[in-house]
């Protein structure tokens, strides 16, 4: 059964920092480019991040970029997104997906806001002093 988990949501103050961790079953992580998005109540869904399938190249949404970093632990079948200072702008339910097994290589300006293939129910992060 293929499935992904997202864990490591937390509430924390701005200017902190978490690790959000999605394990994949059921497929090997690296045969797929692997997003981030996140959703706010009340917001469309935006993709913050992506890594490629093919080189592992990552890319990333302005609002986040120097602040998250995007990362896959092959061998643990596990992507992680590393963020670091923290603003209560960043408060959503943050899910990882699969793309297509086709997108090979994707971009911000390009399949990375293309569509998704399946993701998981997601882990809530809360910035708020």
């Known amino acids: 059964q293929v499935q992904l988990v997202e864990t490591g949501g937390d509430s924390v103050q701005p200017g902190g920092s978490l690790r959000l961790s999605c394990v994949a079953s059921?497929?090997?992580?690296?045969?797929?480019?692997i997003g981030w998005f996140r959703q706010a109540p009340g917001k469309e869904r935006e993709v913050i991040s992506c890594i490629s399938k093919g080189d592992g190249v990552t890319d990333y949404e302005d609002s986040v970029k120097g602040r998250f970093t995007i990362s896959r632990d092959i061998a643990k079948n596990t992507v992680y997104l590393q963020m670091n200072s923290l603003k209560p702008e960043d408060t959503a339910v943050y899910h990882c997906a699969t793309y297509p097994y086709t997108v090979i290589i994707a971009t911000m300006q390009g399949t990375c806001r293309g569509p998704l293939d399946f993701w998981g129910k997601g882990t809530l992060v809360t910035v708020s002093s």
């Open positions: 059921g497929f090997a992580m690296d045969s797929y480019t």
